[in-house]
């Protein structure tokens, strides 16, 4: 079965960074542009960033000039590098394709608290 696994969440300060990873099976990655998701609980999940497969990243106006999405082709592997956090970006992060690909499955995701 194919999997997608994020990691680098946690506890930190409001105005603290955090850099997450995700690795995915060739199947999801290799030929498809990639994404960044949050889901707070209770709410839809929501794309911040996108990434082609040329790297060329697009962002949420909530997270741009905030975060950084970047990907290794190589290593099948996106990540999100994320600066002045605060407690509103609390949420369970998450990577798949791109919205307007197919989704057949979501990771476990990893969890971002911001709080002092």
């Known amino acids: 079965q194919e999997q997608l696994v994020e990691s680098g969440g946690g506890l930190v300060q409001p105005g603290g960074s955090l850099n997450l990873s995700c690795v995915a099976d060739g199947g999801i990655f290799t030929g498809y542009a990639m994404a960044w998701y949050r889901q707070v609980a209770g709410k839809e999940r929501e794309v911040l960033a996108t990434?082609?497969?040329?790297?060329?990243?697009f962002y949420k106006s909530a997270v741009k000039g905030r975060f950084t999405i970047s990907r290794d082709n190589s290593k099948r592997a996106i990540y999100l590098q994320m600066n002045d956090l605060q407690p509103e970006d609390t949420a369970v992060y998450y990577c798949n394709r791109a919205p307007g690909t197919t989704i057949a499955f979501w990771g476990q995701g990893t969890q971002v608290t911001v709080s002092s």
């Open positions: 990434i082609t497969i040329g790297r060329t990243p």
